[in-house]
């Protein structure tokens, strides 16, 4: 089973960089899609316009298989354009039900562009969708295969019926535009992005076999844990509604299943983060659970634990992985991968792991650079 | 006035545009952009490849005291040696350290320092400054040149050459050793 789960998780950190490969610092929004479809959560993204969002959705969708709907939302959509229209046919009858063929209850995976624009007809129904996975409209009433629902907005609603709405959304990821420093490497990504599209693996059938699995992962073990956590974060002033808090533990439990593990562990802690509602709680929980997400580590998903814990050791990780590939299988090159590791560390700052496989590297380029230097 | 520290970087870890190289380090960083001898190119590494791109986009700057030598260029053409750093553009007009944090004391810890503020600090006339920790320099970046061959011959000669004590102007930046910035 454990071999089953390393192999599960391998083909989902691939899907993942295929996904997002030449997109400049959207990973853990990818990530986070795969975190949330395991623990049959929602994600929240809250960004300007302009930023990727829907490119990321589409590109992860379109890897995994399935169907896929997206919809911006405006004040004046209609229900039908997101569910489908009244069923004609049956009107004649009498019954008044909806045609939902290539609509959103037949969705996999959908995004929602500006969600919180949608009127209380959409949100009512929405709410449905999102929490039960069913679809109630007149004399309709399905169950629908959606996975997984990534809401976007510009900014957090502050209405309370609208709040409650966002709610709904386990994880909330905050997103930038990309910096100044990094708009060389948007150009020549987003130069990259347009000539190629993301290839599916097919891996949907892989992610519903881990969805299956979280109510099997120990948490228990944790528990204390992250009630301590909580704790802390009360201490501080940030307050977590009940309902996220008990929800919180199938992050805990989805984490620790994508990092090949049915047991549960401190470093599987950190998706607490994201499930705190708004930019300035998250920043604080970063000084607050400073000790918990010291220890964060999920190979699967590097990026959304690097952004959380902000700490080298998920960089760590990345970094090491790389190594081992230019040392055993020639993968990556083995400068690049120095340049990379020289690039985030300096000499007396690196950790212990990162400088052995340093050294190693070092080794395997002087022996190149030999080999090369022997006339022919 | 600015103090400012440096700590490494625990945020989002900086994509490297240039190689910048002290001393020894210098030397070899040359030695490889130099072109080589029939023998080691029909070894065909990537290495050849890399060079020749760097002598078609990348620019150099230099420095006498201390000996150094700056390289920007695309990421993927940057020459990876033992003992070389890597800078990044932080701002328009500024370059760092991709793996520091510049940071100023506040409440009995570092914060980090706002770039603009950064910026403003290292002001160098409209021209590019590259802010560094250790040795502690602050290099203004007047004076590019291509990567071609010529200049880095010409780098060689008068960093590690007979020709070292020609005047410092020559070369495309210059180091002061700031204890503090103006702010």
């Given at each position: 089973m454990l071999q089953n789960l390393q192999t599960t998780a391998q083909q989902l950190r691939d899907l993942v960089k295929a996904a997002t490969?030449?997109?400049?610092?959207r990973a853990q929004l990818a990530e986070l899609m795969l975190l949330a479809a395991v623990a049959s959560e929602h994600v929240l993204v809250v960004g300007p316009p302009g930023t990727a969002k829907s490119a990321v959705v589409r590109r992860v969708s379109q890897a995994l298989g399935g169907r896929y709907f997206e919809y911006l939302l405006g004040?004046?959509?209609?229900p039908s354009e997101l569910?489908?229209?009244?069923?004609l046919s049956k009107l004649r009858q009498g019954v008044v039900e909806?045609?939902?063929?290539?609509?959103l209850p037949e969705a996999d995976v959908a995004f929602l562009d500006e969600?919180?624009?949608?009127s209380t007809a959409i949100l009512n129904t929405l709410l449905g969708l999102l929490n039960e996975r069913r679809f109630r409209r007149g004399h309709t009433d399905l169950q629908v295969p959606l996975k997984l629902c990534v809401g976007a907005t510009n900014h957090l609603p502050e209405d309370d019926a609208l709040a409650a709405f966002a709610d709904r959304f386990l994880l909330h990821l905050f997103i930038e535009s990309v910096p100044d420093h990094q708009l060389e490497e948007l150009l020549a990504g987003g130069w990259q992005i347009e000539l190629s599209e993301a290839q599916s693996n097919h891996s949907l059938d892989a992610l519903m076999q881990l969805r299956s699995q979280?109510?099997?992962?120990?948490v228990a073990a944790v528990r204390s844990a992250f009630a301590h956590a909580v704790r802390a974060l009360r201490g501080a002033g940030v307050q977590l509604s009940d309902r996220r808090i008990v929800k919180a533990q199938k992050l805990i439990a989805a984490a620790a299943l994508l990092r090949a593990s049915l047991q549960a562990e401190?470093?599987?802690?950190?998706?607490i983060f994201y499930v705190l509602p708004t930019a300035r709680e998250q920043v604080l929980a970063r000084e607050v659970l400073a000790k918990q997400l010291a220890v964060a580590h999920n190979p699967c998903l590097q990026s959304a634990v690097e952004w959380a814990a902000q700490k080298p050791i998920s960089r760590t990780a990345r970094l090491m992985e790389m190594a081992e590939r230019a040392l055993q299988?020639?993968?990556?090159?083995p400068a690049s991968v120095l340049r990379e590791i020289d690039a985030n560390f300096g000499a007396d700052d690196m950790p212990d792991g990162l400088r052995e496989s340093r050294i190693q590297l070092v080794a395997k380029v002087q022996a190149m650079d030999t080999e090369q230097n022997v006339p022919q | 006035m600015i103090d400012v520290h440096w700590r490494p970087r625990l945020s989002e870890s900086l994509r490297p545009q240039a190689a910048v190289a002290f001393g020894d380090a210098a030397l070899r960083l040359c030695e490889q952009l130099l072109p080589k001898s029939d023998n080691s190119e029909q070894a065909g590494t990537g290495a050849r490849a890399a060079q020749s791109a760097v002598a078609q986009t990348g620019t150099l700057y230099a420095c006498v005291k201390p000996a150094l030598i700056m390289l920007q260029a695309d990421e993927r053409d940057l020459p990876w040696l033992d003992g070389i750093h890597y800078a990044t553009r932080v701002h328009a007009q500024l370059w760092v350290p991709t793996h520091l944090q510049a940071c100023m004391v506040a409440g009995g810890g570092y914060d980090p320092i706002d770039i603009e503020l950064l910026a403003n600090a290292c002001a160098n006339s409209g021209g590019e400054t590259l802010l560094w920790p250790d040795p502690a320099l602050r290099l203004r970046l007047d004076a590019p040149m291509p990567a071609t061959a010529t200049n880095v011959q010409r780098i060689h000669a008068h960093l590690f050459?007979?020709?070292?004590?020609?005047?410092?102007?020559?070369?495309g930046a210059t180091a002061t050793l700031p204890k503090r910035l103006q702010g």
């Open positions: 490969l030449g997109m400049v610092g004040r004046f959509t209609e569910f489908g229209p009244v069923d909806t045609d939902v063929t290539g609509m969600v919180f624009l949608g979280v109510r099997e992962v120990d401190v470093c599987d802690l950190w998706p299988s020639g993968e990556q090159n | 050459g007979a020709t070292a004590s020609l005047p410092e102007r020559l070369f």
